[in-house]
């Protein structure tokens, strides 16, 4: 991963949704590429179910409202749109927060332990993503303020690509913020980027859930630590332990079942820290020459091939039984970790 940014390579300009250095676009010259057929798009919205926009939630509380809505947007617009990630990410924050009291919020409310106050959600997705032109709309007649892609995006160059294979439904997500600047513009951190990756199992709940709070958790634990007693590590860890905390309520109250594993990275100039749950991989690639190259994998992974950790379930009182082949706890899980997987705890 570059550090230095002076002058990229081409191929990563383009998966960075820029042709060149010379020809940046803008946040408007991106949705009016993603929105240019007006007309078409506002068909497809017009009657039925759009499946592909339906909630995966029956109610949301109060306090995941922002960031599960801008999550939801920004993944249509990414995947639907194919608009590169920071124009998903600016997008998605900037529609909600002018849209936040159609869902009976006046502003964006802090998570309080015990306070579990939902919302409707049983028309608010069709309304909010029939919304979606008309704020394309405004951007592109200047109502609202453009923007051009920050300079800090670049600092560390990224690619990404999620493929479903041959399962039914994508139940994995990924998170790539080169820099917390874009969606966080009062961050104490913009040299500080975060990306991660949620391999979801019996349900997208969870990795969806992962991918769309990491980043606030992780912000906050930042700004908390405006002095810098801690170092990235130690806020990466915290700010997954946090994020596990609002998952667990969430999964208890609405009867969650699915479970996600996690493998993350936040990375400055000096420091590149990892944290993970499960057995999804990081690897670092390390050229000494340009003949010479060493690819070291990063986590260890959390699996019931794993010794210790298979004494630890047992010793937990969990089971490790042999189903097809393999070793799984409680004769369902290959992973002796993982976000959510509310049964198991």
Not at 111 to 126: H, Q, R
Not at 248 to 276: H, L, P
Request: charged share 25%; glycine share 6%; hydrophobic share 35%.
């Amino acid at each position: 991963m570059a550090t230095q940014h002076e002058e990229l390579d081409p191929s990563v300009l383009r998966g960075l949704g820029v042709a060149n250095q010379a020809s940046m676009k803008s946040l408007s010259e991106h949705v009016y590429e993603a929105f240019e057929d007006e007309e078409e798009l506002a068909d497809s919205f017009q009657t039925g179910a759009v499946i592909r926009q339906r909630p995966q939630f029956t109610r949301i509380p109060k306090h995941d409202v922002f960031e599960d809505v801008a999550f939801m947007v920004a993944e249509h617009l990414i995947n639907v749109k194919m608009t590169p990630n920071w124009v998903a990410y600016i997008f998605g924050n900037r529609y909600i927060s002018q849209e936040i009291k159609q869902l009976g919020l006046d502003e964006k409310q802090p998570f309080v332990e015990d306070i579990y106050d939902t919302v409707d959600t049983s028309s608010w997705c069709k309304k909010l993503m029939n919304g979606i032109p008309s704020f394309a709309e405004k951007i592109l007649k200047k109502e609202l303020p453009d923007t051009d892609l920050p300079r800090e995006w670049l600092q560390f160059p990224v690619s990404n690509d999620s493929r479903k294979g041959k399962r039914k439904s994508q139940e994995d997500r990924y998170i790539s913020m080169p820099t917390l600047k874009l969606v966080f513009p009062d961050t104490s951190r913009s040299d500080v980027g975060l990306f991660g990756v949620f391999d979801g199992h019996n349900g997208a709940e969870c990795s969806t859930y992962s991918a769309a709070h990491l980043a606030t958790e992780f912000n906050d634990v930042l700004k908390q630590n405006a002095e810098g007693k801690r170092s990235l590590e130690e806020s990466l860890q915290t700010s997954v332990v946090r994020l596990e905390h609002r998952l667990f309520v969430r999964c208890d109250k609405e009867q969650w079942r699915s479970g996600s594993t996690a493998v993350v990275m936040a990375v400055d100039n000096d420091e590149m820290s990892f944290a993970w749950l499960g057995d999804s991989a990081a690897f670092i690639l390390k050229s000494s020459s340009l003949c010479q190259r060493q690819v070291d994998k990063i986590p260890v992974d959390h699996s019931t091939s794993n010794k210790s950790e298979a004494e630890r379930v047992e010793a937990d009182g969990g089971q490790l039984l042999y189903i097809g082949g393999e070793l799984r706890v409680n004769g369902v899980l290959n992973v002796t970790r993982a976000l959510g997987t509310q049964t198991w705890k």
